[in-house]
């Protein structure tokens, strides 16, 4: 053979090499489960069912359950008010739609829904969803369709019925009937060192209280005191840093109490990504967002101790906020 006929033959070969490699790297990048490529998105799966929502849309839909949950609605009432904001705005807080609608429900302020910046509001808008629900006699008993088109009074009555089985999954999971079954995965943002605030909190710690407070109604929010938390956790703790929250649940072993909690704790995850939430510690279960992508973990307490209510965290949610670098 000529030099130049296995030059040729050896061009060939790294071309189809090449080849090989490059759909090789096409076919990991794809890969659901590759490390290197962390999805950024949210999951809730129950009874073997699995809806995915952009961090968007999960943040809107734990707002939504928030208010039902606030207000001692069954999760009936969040399947149909999730249901329709899928249909009217697929869960996203628009600020255009037909004639004046706007918002998370497309409510109209030329028909009573209040102003323009009032149903833009998340947690007014499934407020007055809410409001117009409960009116309705039977609504728990009411098909998902008709009840929500008893409020919306839709163009397209029967397009709700569409999204009832995807918001039903959503339901039980923010609402904590079906506890750790709801989780984001996303790759946390690097952000910049915070130190405390004379309440003891550094800045996006004190965010997530406030936002907590204004979603949710009497919550008894503590693991931090002016001046700063010096004592009471393991080294290292992010109480003494001023990053992290405790929100209190009792009597802990009180079902309706559990469920809160859990829809506190899903809230907060739903959030994470917004707010720079690091770790949700809850009820034996811990979600982080640097291993976000394993959802939520068995938690077992640095000090070992198996039986200790608080070290379990079954009585309270622990919420801390990234360090920065």
């Known amino acids: 053979m000529s030099r130049a006929a296995r030059l040729t033959a050896t061009l060939g070969t790294l071309l189809a090499l090449g080849g090989c490699i490059a759909a090789l790297l096409i076919w990991w990048v794809g890969r ?7 999805r950024n998105d949210c999951r809730a799966t129950v009874d073997g069912l699995t809806v995915a929502l952009s961090p968007e849309q999960a ?29 009217e705005s697929d869960i996203y807080n628009i600020d255009y739609g037909d004639r004046d609608s706007l918002g998370l429900f ?16 998340p947690v007014y808008a499934a407020g007055a969803f809410y409001d117009a629900l409960v009116e309705i006699p039977g609504y ?34 923010l609402t904590g009937n079906s506890e750790a079954a709801f989780y984001c995965t996303f790759q946390a943002d690097d952000v910049a060192v915070q130190t405390e605030g004379e309440d003891g909190l550094t800045d996006r710690a004190r965010a997530v209280r406030d936002q907590l407070a204004s979603t ?17 956790h393991v080294e290292g703790s992010a109480h003494y840093d001023g990053r992290a929250l405790d929100v209190m649940f009792q009597p802990y072993d ?33 979600w982080s967002a640097r291993r976000s992508d394993e ?11 198996t039986t200790n209510v608080t070290l379990r965290h079954l009585d309270h949610v622990h919420i801390d906020v990234a360090e920065g670098s």
């Not at 497309?106 to 509001?121: H, N």
């Not at 009555?157 to 999954?169: G, K």
């Not at 949710?216 to 004592?231: N, R, T």
């Open 106 to 121: 497309q409510q109209r302020p030329s028909q009573g829904w209040g102003t323009p910046e009032q149903v833009q509001d």
């Open 216 to 232: 949710f109604d009497d919550l008894d929010i503590g693991g931090f005191e002016p001046g700063g938390v010096d004592s009471g």
């Open 254 to 286: 009180n079902a309706d109490v559990n469920r809160r909690g859990w829809a506190v704790a899903q809230w907060a995850v739903a959030n994470a990504q917004e707010l720079g939430i690091a770790t949700v510690i809850y009820d034996d279960r811990i």
């Open 32 to 38: 659901e489960d590759n490390p290197f490529m962390r």
């Open 295 to 305: 959802g939520w973990r068995e938690y077992n307490h640095p000090s070992g101790d």
């Open 140 to 173: 728990r008993e009411l098909e998902i369709t008709v009840a929500a088109q008893e409020v919306q009074r839709s163009a397209f009555p029967d397009a709700y019925a569409d999204h009832e089985d995807d918001a039903r999954v959503l339901a039980s999971a």
């Open 59 to 87: 943040r809107h839909a734990a707002t939504i359950t928030a208010v039902a949950v606030e207000r001692g609605l069954p999760a009936r009432a969040v399947t149909i008010a999730l249901a329709t904001a899928y249909q």
